[in-house]
């Protein structure tokens, strides 16, 4: 990262890596519980579509600054955007953040598609801005493990390698859910990227791909928060096979 170029813009050499948070919803409270207590990062401002939203989570959290996206975006002393919006708006809000001069951290899953992925990436090139999307699960320690005894060969050479998830969904006990049974989200973007990964960094990259999928229900009710038993529709998983 380079040296900070004016005496009022924070830098990793200087200080503090300056934060700001966009996306005040369900995650950002995980997020904030973390980032607020490393000596080496300072969430400077929360911003949210709904900036009420954005307010309340910073005064939570002791943050000083909350408002719209832009706020986050145009921040002088920001030097990271940490992108907790949800799937449909993922690449649009990371792209505005390398435009405006910003490194990245974004949620899951990185883009909706291919292409606007790559658009991403080479945005982020041209800037000179670096990309980091979650999930980091594989950093933990139970994946650390596998790919040293993998790499040790204490297991010979692996034949297979098989990976599970199974849960009725997260309608329950997630408060505002619809956007997880839409487009991007559903079973396969949604919770799809930590196994993927998993696989992916334990193995290497994926060189053919197969799927089947449907939907089990058409519809879902909301089990927490103040939405509770309203009704919505589920998009996905649309029927497939490849
Ligand atoms: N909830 C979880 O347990 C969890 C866990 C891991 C990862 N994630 C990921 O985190 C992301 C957010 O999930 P969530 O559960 O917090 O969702 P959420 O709906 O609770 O919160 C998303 C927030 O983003 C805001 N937002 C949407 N579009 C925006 C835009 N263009 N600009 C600014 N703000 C915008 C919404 O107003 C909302 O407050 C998703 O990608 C999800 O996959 C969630």
Known sequence: MPAASSPSTSSSLRGPVGVGVIGAGNISKAYLDNLTVFPDLKV??????????????????GVPGWGGPEKALYHPDVEIIVNLTIPAAHVEVATA???????????KPFSL????GLGLLKAADAAGM?????????????????RRIIERGDI???LTGMTTFQTPGPESWHPNPAFLFQHGA???????PYYLTALVQTF???????????????????GSGPKAGEEFAVEVPTHVSA
């Open 44 to 61: 400077l401002v929360i911003a949210d579509l709904f900036e009420d939203a954005a307010e309340a989570r910073a005064k939570e959290y």
């Open 97 to 107: 953040a390398v435009n405006a001069g910003k490194h990245v951290w974004t949620e």
């Open 113 to 116: 598609d291919r292409e606007s």
């Open 130 to 146: 670096r990309l980091g999307t979650a999930p980091d699960t594989f950093l933990g320690a139970g994946l650390q493990t596998a």
């Open 156 to 158: 010979g050479t692996p």
């Open 186 to 192: 559903g079973p396969l973007f949604d919770m799809g």
């Open 204 to 222: 290497g990259s994926v060189r053919k791909v197969a799927a089947v999928g449907s939907s089990a229900k058409a519809t879902r009710i909301i």
